[in-house]
């Protein structure tokens, strides 16, 4: 499926490491869905005479982030997980993948141990209750990779 030059959303992966960090065992998030993983190069200005009168930029350091929403299944050992990870402030490594987690099926994506920023309820009048969910690189020492293709 990833080996197509375009992929759908729905076939991509978000799991959480079960194992460790040299030897994980990611586990799939099912009660995940509008999963977006946000990349943004910070620019900061370099001017030169050489430039004027326009300003010159280079890049400083990329802020990463997950963000998805998850239905608010109170049975679901994901949910608890997560809502644990939130109220204790502990770190979870995630993947983000845009195709299976399996060798050889050329998936890519990103990998970071995260903190859980956002934990936000949404009670609409129509549909399950939902939980926004962001997750931004926790300080320590395994920062973001990019992983693939797999």
């Known amino acids: 499926m990833t ?6 959303g729905i076939f991509g992966h978000l799991a959480y490491n079960t194992g460790t960090y040299g030897v ?3 586990t799939d998030i099912p009660i995940a869905h509008e999963v977006e993983i946000k990349a943004d190069a910070g620019l900061v200005e370099a001017n030169t005479r050489g430039n004027a009168p326009f300003k010159a930029f280079v890049r400083s350091l990329t802020d990463i ?5 998850v239905v608010k299944d109170t049975s679901s050992t ?3 997980m997560l809502q644990t990870a939130f109220l204790a402030g502990t770190a979870v490594d995630l993947v983000a ?20 920023g956002e934990f936000s309820e949404s009670q609409g009048d129509e549909g399950v209750i939902e939980v926004s969910v ?17």
């Open 65 to 69: 982030e997950f963000s998805f929403k």
């Open 78 to 80: 994901v949910y608890s």
């Open 24 to 26: 994980p065992v990611w």
């Open 134 to 150: 962001t997750a931004k690189p926790a300080y320590g020492l395994n920062g973001p990779t990019i992983l693939g293709p797999l």
């Open 3 to 8: 080996n197509q030059p375009v992929q759908v």
């Open 97 to 116: 993948l845009n195709g299976p987690s399996t060798t050889g099926s050329g998936s890519e994506g990103f990998r970071a141990v995260c903190v859980l």
